[in-house]
């Protein structure tokens, strides 16, 4: 069973407008961490920010905010203010404990396309 | 902070040799360091969990005489693709865990390799 859900393949955004990247997760688990990740063409993964599940507060950094709803499973990225070079490929990916050790698991990705 | 490098970026090799790809974390200490390989278009798929001093858990299906992992220190992992076929031909990405809280560890990644194997 997917454990991390995106379900939007492709986005597009007009420059300066903000855009919601979606994603869904499945865990039985209390203790997990969420992660979004931005891939450009170059290949590089570059971390953009993290909830912890027990975190009241949404993450934010910088024009990148994670809104965060434990119940219904979701962690959806928001950027503000797009930006042409915030093109890319999105993951969202889960951290959780499994058989004593713990390992990530990425959703299927998100690309983004701002346009000018 | 929280760098991670991979040797090399891009190789091209025959079919039947091995390929040694380097990740190392240059400004902390890892525990725990990550394989994973990446076809086109598709999201990273994880092959094996690498602690130093002890042997890789590998991912179902992903074979462990195939891929060599050696986890030599803290800060260096190596994983060797031993006789490439052009099926193993793919972009390789290894990282590495910034030791924090049990469920707050964040992954940072190396820039990748990508493997041709003709």
């Known amino acids: 069973a997917q454990k991390i859900t995106q379900t939007q393949p492709g986005m597009f955004v007009q420059e300066k407008e903000a855009v919601t990247l979606d994603c869904t997760y499945d865990t039985s688990d209390q203790s997990y961490g969420l992660f979004w990740y931005k891939q450009p063409s170059s290949g590089e993964m570059i971390f953009l920010i993290y909830q912890g599940s027990y975190d009241e507060q949404n993450a934010t950094e910088g024009r990148y905010s994670l809104n965060f709803q434990k119940a219904r499973k979701s962690a959806n990225l928001v950027i503000s203010a797009s930006q042409l070079g915030d093109s890319a490929m999105y993951f969202c990916a889960m951290r959780e404990a499994t058989s004593g050790t713990y390992k990530y698991i990425f959703g299927t990705g998100t690309r983004l396309k701002v346009l000018a | 902070g929280a760098v991670v490098s991979q040797h090399p970026s891009r190789v091209i090799c025959k079919s039947g040799t091995s390929v040694k790809i380097e990740c190392r974390s240059l400004?902390?200490?890892?525990?725990?360091m990550f394989w994973y390989r990446q076809f086109p278009k598709q999201s990273l798929m994880l092959m094996a969990t690498s602690n130093e001093g002890s042997k890789a858990t590998y991912e179902q299906g992903v074979e462990k005489d195939k891929f060599l992992i050696n986890h030599a220190s803290l800060t260096l992992s190596t994983l060797t693709v031993t006789s490439a076929h052009p099926e193993d031909s793919s972009f390789y990405i290894c990282?590495?865990?910034?030791?924090?809280?049990?469920?707050?560890?964040?992954?940072?990644f190396g820039p990748g390799t990508r493997l041709l194997v003709l």
């Open positions: 990282s590495a865990s910034l030791p924090g809280q049990a469920y707050q560890e964040t992954q940072y």
């Open positions: 400004d902390f200490q890892a525990t725990t």
